[in-house]
């Protein structure tokens, strides 16, 4: 349908009436909507655009004389319905939790009645800690600070949350389904929040004593073998996968021995190796086989490939390549490897040789 | 004169009455309406009688696209609409005269 021709006033006003008319289905709006631009739009040609009136009043009628029910009532009978729902299952709710509190013996719902105002302060902490969580760098203490405001906004919280559970905040009725929904949502909130909360406070603070020595220690363990990255995302990887050794080629494609890698920073590239088992193999049966064919007896531990690194006389270095290695029992590295008589080689290369490379006015040693 | 509680009982009546001599588009069946002497009539009111009458089935509705602007939604009677007409209009006819004998019977 055109609209281009229709007065801005008819078509902002068949709009309104639309979405006073939004509850009704698409088909029945379509039917009922359909064509009322052309009338609208000849009514005002005749009598000026005042002749539209009130837009709510006009759907109220087109509804009232096409049978369809008022939009208001549906919804709140609706909405009554629901709340309705929401309050039975409260109720019931509560009348179990009742009874349970009043089977057990002594006199559990005053304890309960006297904790309640503990649970106001406890669930306002909850709340600034996650408050602390959201707003930067989350330090987990006992009285959480809030940016430059310090422990101010925890005060005010756990004022405001005493004063929620005291009836001071809500003016409506406190037995409103909405309400009360909210309230335990809130409160469910709280009590997760409380558990992570509480975890990551006493963590932090029975921690603080041995931090020192913790971290001492890790420097120890780390020095000399790579410089660690606390260990998440350290050493080398190609397309996410984790790179333990590196085979270099000249220009040739004749195999390197001995390549020094560093970064554009003239950092060292270094890898961090881990022990590697071989991938067993299995044979019809089930029964693990080397790679003749030959059983291997399940009784003997499999033993792990170990890298060891390079040295420069003084240090380890794992940014020579390629690595050699060696198979032994322990997964630690041996001061004399290189003196015993299984000591660790470069081995085969992937590949004996790779294509030539070349790149015009670039010297690269070739013959 | 206040028409609108005595329209709501015959309107139903009257946009048939109006269609079935010629099919129409909304305006121009509240204007032959108006014109015919209700002048009270609500457009809103008209707009949904045709609707509840298309959705009984006493109307039909088609299309007319226009060259200058929105198209226009003509109504035309259907047989079932004819029926409803008929039935209404001897019920209206033997009202109307039962009313007025008994508002002439009354002395002024």
């Known amino acids: 349908m055109s609209t281009l021709d229709i007065a801005p006033e008819v078509a902002e006003f068949v709009s309104a009436v639309r979405t006073h008319l939004a509850d009704l289905d698409p088909e029945e709006q379509r039917e009922i909507l359909d064509g009322l631009e052309a009338d609208l739009d000849e009514l005002v040609t005749e009598q000026g655009a005042a002749a539209l009136g009130d837009p709510a009043a006009y759907a109220a009628e087109l509804r009232q004389a096409a049978g369809l029910e008022p939009a208001q009532d549906q919804s709140a009978v609706r909405r009554r319905a629901a709340g309705a729902v929401v309050t039975d299952l409260l109720d019931a709710s509560r009348a179990r939790f009742d009874r349970l509190v009043d089977a057990v013996p002594g006199d559990l719902g005053a304890v309960l009645a006297w904790l309640r105002p503990v649970w106001w302060v406890l669930r306002g902490w909850v709340a600034v800690q996650a408050l602390d969580e959201l707003t930067g760098v989350y330090q987990a203490r006992l009285f959480p600070e809030i940016g430059d405001l310090?422990?101010?906004?925890?005060?005010?919280?756990?004022?405001?949350?005493?004063?929620l559970g005291a009836g001071k905040v809500w003016r409506g009725n406190p037995r409103h389904p909405g309400y009360r929904l909210s309230l335990l949502v809130l409160n469910t909130a709280a009590v997760i929040g409380l558990v992570y909360a509480v975890s990551a406070v006493t963590d932090e603070v029975s921690h603080r004593y041995d931090r020192g020595y913790e971290s001492g220690f890790a420097q120890g363990v780390n020095a000399g073998t790579e410089n660690a990255n606390d260990g998440r995302q350290a050493g080398l990887y190609r397309d996410g996968i984790w790179v333990s050794n590196i085979y270099p080629y000249d220009a040739q494609g004749r195999p390197l021995v001995g390549v020094q890698l560093f970064d554009q920073v003239g950092e060292p590239i270094n890898v961090i190796t881990q022990p590697e088992y071989e991938e067993l193999l299995i044979d019809d049966n089930g029964n693990p086989i080397d790679e003749n064919g030959n059983l291997i007896d399940p009784s003997q531990p499999q033993l792990p490939r170990i890298f060891y690194p390079w040295t420069n006389g003084a240090t380890q270095l794992f940014n020579v390549f390629p690595l050699p290695s060696r198979i032994q029992s322990s997964e630690e590295l041996s001061p004399t490897a290189f003196t015993e008589e299984e000591r660790p080689r470069i081995g085969a290369f992937?590949?004996?040789?790779?294509?030539r490379v070349s790149l015009p006015g670039i010297s690269t040693g070739a013959r | 004169m206040d028409t609108t509680q005595l329209l709501k009982g015959v309107?139903?009546?009257?946009v048939l009455a109006v269609v079935d001599g010629e099919d129409g588009y909304g305006y121009d069946i509240v204007r032959r309406l108006r014109d015919g002497g209700l002048s009270d009539v609500g457009d809103a009111s008209v707009y949904g009688t045709l609707r509840r009458l298309y959705s009984a089935g006493a109307l039909t509705s088609y299309v007319v696209p226009s060259e200058s602007g929105p198209h226009r939604k003509y109504y035309g009677i259907t047989p079932t609409g004819r029926e409803q007409l008929k039935r209404q209009r001897d019920d209206w006819n033997s009202f109307a005269t039962t009313v007025t004998t008994i508002l002439e019977g009354v002395p002024a």
């Open chain 1, 150 to 163: 310090g422990t101010l906004p925890l005060l005010l919280v756990v004022l405001a949350s005493v004063l």
């Open chain 1, 350 to 355: 992937p590949q004996p040789v790779v294509p």
């Open chain 2, 11 to 14: 309107l139903d009546l009257t």
